[in-house]
């Protein structure tokens, strides 16, 4: 079974940047869909970025143009670059791996934007 562990979160002023790295235990294939959601508190966790196996990337309005999610496969790892950071990205991080039979998440990190 694959576990997930991510890193990188922590506090940073606004307009500034941050990278959060999801690394698998196990392999990730290249057939993995990868995704970062988040969850801010008193709200529902929503999908922030998902990048297919094939490396096509998709984002959530609110960061598009902000955030980019990579993948590493050689290193069994995600990225996702966080740049001109809004108080409103405040939220608890998740990195999510998804393949056919499983879906596995990580444990989150803490990412606060201050004003």
């Known amino acids: 079974q694959v576990q997930l562990v991510e890193s990188g979160g922590g506090l940073v002023p606004a307009g500034g940047s941050l990278r959060l790295s999801c690394a698998a235990s196990g392999r990730i294939f290249s057939s993995d869909g990868m995704a970062w959601h988040r969850q801010a508190p008193g709200k529902q966790r929503e999908l922030v970025a998902v990048?297919?196996?094939?490396?096509?990337?998709n984002y959530v309005d609110s960061v598009k143009g902000r955030f980019t999610i990579s993948r590493d496969n050689a290193k069994n790892t995600v990225y996702l670059q966080m740049n001109s950071l809004k108080p409103e990205d405040t939220a608890v991080y998740y990195c999510?791996?998804?393949?056919?039979?499983?879906?596995?998440w990580g444990q989150g990190t803490q990412v606060t934007v201050s004003l």
């Open positions: 999510r791996l998804s393949r056919v039979g499983a879906s596995v």
């Open positions: 990048i297919t196996g094939g490396g096509n990337t």
